[in-house]
Nanobody
């Protein structure tokens, strides 16, 4: 069983930065590709934001390229999302996900999810 705990969300003004963290309670963190998805109010689906493979290769949604950066610290069993130049359209609940032996893009049954952290960007 994998448990994921996100932190770092908050209320910021447009142009500000935030760094989200996700710590995994898992035996072998390096067995998991990690990712971030977000869900906006009124929408059922969670949209891809960024992912990082077991070997550290990142990938991003077009909407966040050049502004967001994903990284992982295998010793700390953590994945991070550095978000710069935040815009009101980035407002969402951000979820951390872990995928065993693959990169969680796209997501699949069997992937694990945290409870999410709220990011609100005011204009």
């Amino acid at each position: 069983q994998v448990q994921l705990a996100e932190s770092g969300g908050g209320l910021v003004s447009a142009g500000a930065s935030l760094r989200l963290s996700c710590v995994a309670s898992v035996r072998t963190f390096t067995n998991y590709g990690m990712g971030w998805y977000r869900q906006t109010p009124g929408r059922k689906e969670r949209l891809f934001v960024a992912a990082i493979s077991r070997s550290g290769a990142p990938s991003y949604a077009d909407s966040v390229k050049g502004r967001f950066a994903i990284s992982r610290d295998d010793a700390a069993k953590a994945v991070y999302l550095q978000m710069n130049n935040l815009q009101p359209e980035d407002t969402a609940v951000y979820y951390c996900t872990a995928a065993p032996y693959r990169t969680p893009s796209p997501i699949a049954a069997g992937d694990y999810w945290g409870r999410g952290t709220q990011v609100t960007v005011s204009s």
